[in-house]
């Protein structure tokens, strides 16, 4: 059975950082996706990042470029999120999620429904 279970999220001030965690688990093959997603208030969830975890590719929405850093680190089957430069529209339940099994395009894998998601964790930015 996979799972996926998020750590990291808290209150931060603007300009400051968080480093998110999605522990993973249950997988039955290497060539997975993991993808950052996350709902603010009154919203629909979005895609944030995706990481392959077979050869580390990353990919990011624009709105987070350059602040936001994927990561994984396979003996501890776990992917991290670092977060930078927080912006108080980055506030939101951050969820990571995963496809039912490898997809074409890992690198769009917000276009992709998502069978697993873990149960997020709450980041909240003050102004």
């Known amino acids: 059975e996979v799972q996926l279970v998020e750590s990291g999220g808290g209150l931060v001030q603007a300009g400051g950082s968080l480093r998110l965690s999605c522990a993973a688990s249950g997988f039955g093959f290497d060539d997975y996706v993991i993808g950052w997603f996350r709902q603010a208030p009154g919203k629909g969830r979005e895609g944030v990042s995706c990481?392959?975890?077979?050869?580390?590719?990353?990919s990011y929405v624009d709105s987070v470029k350059g602040r936001f850093t994927i990561s994984r680190d396979n003996a501890k089957n776990t992917v991290y999120l670092e977060m930078n430069n927080l912006k108080p529209e980055d506030t939101a339940v951050y969820y990571c999620?995963?496809?039912?099994?490898?997809?074409?395009?890992?690198?769009?894998?917000?276009?992709?429904?998502?069978?697993?998601w873990g149960k997020g964790t709450l980041v909240t930015v003050s102004s």
């Open positions: 990481i392959s975890i077979i050869d580390g590719s990353t």
């Open positions: 999620g995963a496809p039912p099994g490898p997809i074409a395009m890992p690198m769009r894998c917000w276009d992709y429904a998502m069978e697993y």
